[in-house]
């Protein structure tokens, strides 16, 4: 049985950093690309980050561009968003997925096999 789990969000004011946690089981995670995406209220999901199996790619959306840091931790099972910066414009259910051996990082949500329950990050200005 597949999870993804995320942790790490949370009120924060504008300026601040927050770092998200996403513990995989049931899956051999070095098979696995890793994506962050995000969905506002009343907002289509929208694609944040993403890491290749390898850790050797990684892709970011322009909003989050030299803000966001996406890592992984194959000891760990385990991917990262290390998110610096924040905006209130940042506010939104953050969820991690989880795509079998992409050729490379990708954004593209449909491809995506499993996803997490989200974790909820709210930015206050």
């Known amino acids: 049985q597949v999870q993804l789990v995320e942790s790490g969000g949370g009120l924060v004011q504008a300026g601040g950093s927050l770092r998200l946690s996403c513990a995989a089981s049931?899956?051999?995670?070095?098979?696995?690309?890793m994506g962050w995406f995000r969905q506002a209220p009343g907002k289509e999901r929208e694609s944040v980050a993403a890491?290749?199996?390898?850790?050797?790619?990684?892709l970011y959306a322009d909003s989050v561009k030299g803000r966001f840091t996406i890592s992984r931790d194959d000891a760990k099972n385990s991917v990262y968003l290390q998110m610096n910066g924040l905006k209130p414009e940042d506010t939104a259910i953050y969820y991690c997925?989880?795509?079998?051996?992409?050729?490379?990082?990708?954004?593209?949500?449909?491809?995506?096999?499993?996803w997490g329950q989200g974790t909820q990050v709210t930015v206050s200005s």
């Open positions: 890491i290749n199996w390898s850790g050797s790619s990684t």
């Open positions: 997925a989880a795509v079998y051996r992409p050729v490379g990082a990708t954004m593209r949500g449909s491809v995506y096999n499993y």
């Open positions: 049931g899956v051999t995670f070095t098979s696995y690309g």
